[in-house]
């Protein structure tokens, strides 16, 4: 767990209460000439937090003292809630429909950042005469790379790649098929690159550049959405080991899987440090269906409109989530956003997350959900 060098204003951690969004400019409401027209509801205009679990520092449904500055979250199609414990070096899980904790804890090397799930032959892990494709993979700010089967050992990830003698700070992690392979992606925040891996943990060179990028900035966070990879930047440090929080501090980007740009998706604005992505589906309410950023910097979340473009192709903002007082909801140390996965995940319409609060030094894991109004379930 790294020490900020530069504190952040205090924001609130919200648990157990109402959250509205402001809709921004795209409208839901059918048109009253229409010869089709039926009275529909309107989508939700509201969000529900609740805190699950935590370690103690914020009020939660449940304490687990391994849960701090918790970081990368990710689930296959059927698991439970995977967590990267940056502070703790372990990876804890817990089911997303009661937020119990699962049994299995597996100790992670250095300290744990960005996840994710492996469900292909390739990454393979061996030890002796025990082998087999890692599942789940962890990327780490010392600069390595791990993985984890059960097979090869039950509760230990084992390191597969160690650049820390070059100085690398691994702050997110993203995995996608493409026709060569499949492919693991890094963010070097010290390096200022995306460091690709193919299914064999080798290096592969090129692409992930932005020639417009600003001085100063740093792959941060990244996600593969879609099958296009994402990728946010956030101010570096002097020390290039951490970020620099301010308003406006921050990029989106839009890659394809062989690291060509498609489009720069947001530039300053209401971004502060961005690091979580993730797409809505349909049922989110007012913000179904679009781009989710979450920002590290404030503890913001910021919709975008996924099929709309403003001037040189960005996204068009469309709000960030609201409070029923009217104030932005803001989580503490906010890291990763995702939504279920219909199983032990959790639903596929609510939004989990991840949080280091008090200047990463504890843990929060929660969710938000759409309502029809204030302390309502739809």
């Given at each position: 767990?790294?020490?900020?060098?530069?504190?952040?204003?205090?924001?609130a951690?919200?648990?157990?209460?109402?959250?509205?969004?402001?809709?921004?400019?795209?409208?839901?409401?059918?048109?009253?000439?229409?010869?089709?027209?039926?009275?529909?509801?309107?989508?939700?205009?509201?969000?529900?937090?609740?805190?699950?679990?935590?370690?103690?520092?914020?009020?939660?449904?449940?304490?687990?003292?391994?849960?701090?500055?918790?970081?990368?979250?990710?689930?296959?199609a059927?698991?439970?809630?995977?967590?990267?414990?940056?502070?703790?070096?372990?990876?804890?899980?817990?089911?997303?429909?009661?937020?119990?904790?699962?049994?299995?804890?597996?100790?992670?090397?250095?300290?744990?950042?960005?996840?994710?799930?492996?469900?292909?032959?390739?990454?393979?892990?061996?030890?002796?005469?025990?082998?087999?494709?890692?599942?789940?993979?962890?990327?780490?700010?010392?600069?390595?790379?791990?993985?984890?089967?059960?097979?090869?050992?039950?509760?230990?990830?084992?390191?597969?790649?160690?650049?820390?003698?070059?100085?690398?700070?691994?702050?997110?992690?993203a995995?996608?098929?493409?026709?060569?392979?499949?492919?693991?992606?890094?963010?070097?925040?010290r390096?200022?690159?995306?460091?690709?891996?193919?299914?064999?943990?080798?290096?592969?060179?090129?692409?992930?550049?932005?020639?417009?990028?600003r001085?100063?900035?740093?792959?941060?966070?990244?996600?593969?959405l879609?099958?296009?990879?994402?990728?946010?930047?956030?101010?570096?440090?002097?020390?290039?080991k951490?970020?620099?929080?301010?308003?406006?501090?921050?990029?989106?980007?839009?890659?394809?899987?062989?690291?060509?740009?498609?489009?720069?998706?947001?530039?300053?604005?209401?971004?502060?440090?961005?690091?979580?992505?993730?797409?809505?589906?349909?049922?989110?309410?007012?913000?179904s269906?679009?781009?989710?950023?979450?920002?590290?910097?404030?503890?913001?979340?910021?919709?975008?409109?996924?099929?709309?473009?403003?001037?040189?192709?960005?996204?068009?903002?469309?709000?960030?989530?609201?409070?029923?007082?009217?104030?932005?909801?803001?989580?503490?140390?906010?890291?990763?956003?995702?939504?279920?996965?219909?199983?032990?995940?959790?639903?596929?319409?609510?939004?989990?997350?991840?949080?280091?609060?008090?200047?990463?030094?504890?843990?929060?894991?929660g969710?938000?959900?759409?309502?029809?109004?204030?302390?309502?379930?739809?």
């Open positions: 767990m790294a020490t900020r060098r530069l504190l952040r204003a205090p924001v951690v919200l648990g157990a209460l109402s959250l509205a969004c402001d809709v921004g400019e795209r409208s839901t409401a059918p048109s009253l000439t229409s010869p089709s027209f039926s009275v529909r509801a309107a989508p939700s205009r509201f969000y529900e937090q609740h805190n699950l679990v935590s370690d103690g520092a914020v009020p939660a449904g449940l304490v687990d003292a391994a849960l701090v500055n918790a970081w990368g979250l990710v689930a296959s059927t698991s439970p809630w995977w967590v990267a414990d940056n502070g703790t070096g372990l990876s804890t899980l817990y089911n997303g429909n009661t937020g119990a904790k699962v049994t299995l804890t597996v100790t992670v090397p250095g300290a744990p950042t960005g996840i994710v799930f492996n469900g292909g032959p390739g990454f393979v892990l061996t030890s002796g005469a025990r082998t087999g494709p890692a599942r789940f993979i962890f990327a780490s700010e010392d600069g390595t790379i791990s993985g984890w089967n059960p097979a090869v050992a039950a509760t230990q990830a084992m390191v597969v790649i160690d650049n820390s003698a070059g100085g690398a700070v691994y702050k997110g992690l995995i996608a098929s493409t026709a060569a392979g499949d492919r693991l992606y890094a963010t070097n925040f390096a200022g690159t995306v460091d690709v891996f193919d299914a064999g943990f080798h290096p592969v060179l090129g692409g992930f550049t932005d020639h417009h990028l001085p100063g900035y740093a792959p941060f966070g990244i996600q593969q879609g099958g296009t990879i994402y990728v946010t930047y956030a101010l570096q440090d002097a020390d290039k951490d970020d620099v929080a301010g308003e406006g501090h921050g990029f989106v980007n839009a890659f394809d899987t062989g690291g060509h740009l498609l489009r720069r998706v947001a530039s300053g604005g209401r971004l502060n440090s961005p690091w979580g992505l993730a797409l809505a589906p349909a049922d989110f309410g007012a913000f269906g679009d781009l989710l950023v979450g920002n590290f910097g404030d503890g913001h979340i910021t919709a975008f409109d996924a099929h709309r473009f403003r001037g040189h192709r960005e996204l068009q903002p469309r709000g960030q989530l609201h409070g029923a007082d009217g104030q932005a909801i803001a989580i503490d140390g906010l890291w990763a956003i995702g939504f279920g996965n219909g199983a032990a995940a959790g639903p596929t319409n609510v939004l989990f997350f991840t949080a280091g609060p008090f200047d990463e030094e504890h843990g929060l894991f969710k938000l959900m759409a309502t029809s109004a204030p302390g309502q379930t739809p």
